[in-house]
């Protein structure tokens, strides 16, 4: 025996056999703990808490590396009456490893002296964030996955698709589709929670949004265990363009598809971009009596004056030709296309174009004409509150005339003879 070791109680070499025996198991089973790790969802890690696993010095734990190892050296000279506590002079050979973290020691040390024997200190295996340690196993939570390392769990990448959209529907139809949610292996991923919008470019201006908006039966949920949150969509009476998008809490992409739902059969008026025509536009009553020819001038003035019993009313003189055209559109749209149309998704143009063909005191029985003598300044339109025969006596006198086929079609009209 090594003379160092000759006054070493019998108990104190046990000891230190038994120091050896525990550093070679805790490294057994370190190794151990490495086999298993290669086949873990991710890698584990090593850290705080810190432990020398000693027998006989309680194999103490602490938050640091060297907060543990001064604890078990306390703890250790005072049980193997080393100085300050004993007659036994001993030190201590220490050696810090950089690979701690994955390999699960953090240091070597060794005693010299009048002790013996080696040991380390073991970091406690751990997951990382969002993983739950099984065994010696890391599991990623659940919507979660491990990333292309293995070392750290993300969520998981899900992507979402519509389907079932596309193409017409109906006014007041329906159609089923779905917003289905996979996982990053393309599975079907159950309990995704789904949001789904809807927006609309109608078809026609000035319409309210009730009459061209769609529906969807539900606009979220969870998708079941196909994957799929399933959805009907109800066409409006108008037409528009609908635009479905979905995403989902954990999704990295939005689907987003469309229906269109067939408009009304009949277009609506021509925009109005001539100024002069807004005027008109603006104000049907309007009357420009200053642009009517001299000789129409006067003879309107004679007429006022002959009827003035009548409380004459000039509803319209000169119009320009652009609105005079207007008014010949406004007409043709109403009695030859609306009047008699049944279609749901012309109703909203229907009741705006009867609103327009009232506002400009249209007559159908009275088609305004390309070439009307209102543009050239040779024509009004009076109202007089007098029997027609006591009209009919004025206007002869006053160098006016009324066609005989319009004193009941268009009585307030008048051209100059």
């Given at each position: 025996?090594?003379?160092?070791?000759?006054?070493?109680?019998?108990?104190?070499?046990?000891?230190?056999?038994?120091?050896?025996?525990?550093?070679?198991?805790?490294?057994?089973?370190?190794?151990?703990?490495?086999?298993?790790?290669a086949?873990?969802?991710?890698s584990?890690?090593?850290?705080?808490?810190?432990?020398?696993?000693?027998?006989?010095?309680?194999?103490p734990?602490?938050?640091?590396?060297d907060?543990?190892?001064?604890?078990?050296?306390d703890?250790?000279?005072?049980?193997?009456?080393?100085?300050?506590?004993?007659?036994?002079?001993?030190g201590?050979n220490?050696s810090?490893?950089?690979?701690?973290?994955?390999a699960?020691?953090?240091?070597?040390?060794?005693?010299?002296?009048?002790?013996?024997?080696?040991?380390?200190?073991?970091?406690t295996?751990?997951?990382?964030?969002?993983?739950?340690?099984?065994?010696?196993t890391?599991?990623c939570?659940?919507?979660?996955?491990?990333?292309?390392?293995?070392?750290?769990?993300?969520?998981?990448?899900?992507?979402?698709?519509?389907?079932?959209?596309?193409?017409?529907?109906?006014?007041?139809?329906?159609?089923?589709?779905?917003?289905?949610?996979?996982?990053?292996?393309?599975?079907?991923k159950?309990?995704?929670?789904?949001?789904?919008?809807?927006?609309?470019i109608?078809e026609?201006?000035g319409?309210l949004?009730?009459?061209?908006?769609?529906?969807?039966?539900?606009y979220?949920?969870?998708?079941?265990?196909?994957?799929?949150l399933?959805?009907?969509?109800t066409?409006?009476?108008?037409?528009?363009?609908?635009i479905?998008?979905?995403?989902?809490?954990g999704?990295?992409?939005?689907?987003?598809d469309?229906?269109?739902v067939?408009?009304?059969?009949?277009?609506?008026?021509?925009?109005?971009?001539?100024?002069e025509?807004?005027?008109?536009?603006?104000?049907?009553?309007?009357?420009?009596?200053?642009?009517?020819t001299d000789?129409?001038?006067?003879?309107?003035?004679?007429l006022?004056?002959?009827?003035?019993?009548?409380?004459?009313?000039?509803?319209?003189?000169?119009?320009?030709?652009a609105?005079?055209?207007h008014?010949?559109?406004?007409?043709?749209?109403w009695?030859?296309?609306?009047?008699?149309?049944?279609?749901?998704?012309?109703?909203?143009?229907?009741?705006?174009?009867q609103?327009?063909?009232?506002?400009?005191?249209?007559?159908?029985s009275?088609?305004?004409?390309?070439?009307?003598?209102?543009?050239?300044?040779?024509?009004?339109?009076?109202?007089?509150?007098?029997?027609?025969?006591?009209?009919?006596?004025?206007?002869?006198?006053?160098?006016?005339?009324?066609?005989?086929?319009?004193?009941?079609?268009?009585?307030?009209?008048?051209?100059?003879?």
């Amino acid at each position: 025996m090594n003379s160092l070791f000759r006054d070493v109680p019998a108990i104190i070499l046990g000891a230190l056999k038994g120091l050896t025996l525990m550093f070679l198991f805790g490294m057994f089973l370190f190794g151990t703990n490495l086999a298993n790790a290669a086949s873990v969802s991710v890698s584990p890690f090593y850290g705080a808490p810190y432990t020398i696993p000693d027998y006989y010095a309680g194999s103490p734990q602490g938050n640091t590396v060297d907060g543990v190892l001064n604890t078990w050296w306390d703890l250790y000279k005072r049980y193997w009456v080393v100085s300050p506590f004993g007659w036994r002079n001993c030190g201590l050979n220490l050696s810090y490893t950089c690979n701690g973290a994955s390999a699960g020691i953090f240091a070597y040390f060794s005693v010299t002296g009048n002790c013996s024997g080696s040991n380390g200190v073991f970091g406690t295996m751990q997951c990382p964030s969002n993983a739950t340690l099984s065994g010696s196993t890391c599991n990623c939570n659940t919507d979660y996955v491990p990333d292309p390392t293995a070392t750290s769990c993300i969520p998981e990448q899900l992507t979402i698709s519509l389907t079932g959209l596309g193409g017409e529907v109906m006014p007041t139809k329906t159609r089923a589709a779905y917003a289905h949610v996979a996982k990053s292996d393309g599975s079907d991923k159950s309990g995704a929670e789904v949001v789904l919008t809807l927006d609309v470019i109608p078809e026609l201006e000035g319409q309210l949004p009730v009459t061209y908006t769609g529906t969807l039966s539900t606009y979220s949920g969870a998708t079941g265990a196909d994957g799929r949150l399933n959805f009907v969509f109800t066409a409006p009476v108008a037409g528009g363009e609908h635009i479905i998008t979905a995403g989902c809490v954990g999704c990295t992409n939005v689907a987003q598809d469309t229906i269109k739902v067939p408009g009304c059969s009949v277009d609506d008026l021509p925009p109005i971009t001539d100024p002069e025509v807004q005027l008109f536009e603006d104000n049907p009553d309007r009357s420009d009596e200053t642009r009517l020819t001299d000789r129409m001038k006067t003879a309107l003035a004679c007429l006022k004056t002959a009827a003035a019993a009548g409380s004459p009313n000039v509803g319209s003189a000169y119009r320009p030709p652009a609105y005079n055209q207007h008014l010949i559109e406004v007409w043709e749209k109403w009695v030859n296309e609306l009047k008699n149309n049944k279609e749901p998704a012309c109703a909203t143009l229907k009741t705006k174009i009867q609103g327009h063909f009232k506002t400009h005191k249209l007559l159908e029985s009275q088609q305004p004409v390309e070439g009307s003598l209102h543009t050239l300044g040779e024509a009004v339109d009076v109202t007089i509150s007098l029997p027609p025969a006591t009209i009919d006596g004025f206007w002869p006198g006053c160098r006016l005339y009324r066609k005989p086929s319009l004193r009941i079609k268009d009585p307030v009209h008048f051209i100059y003879k």
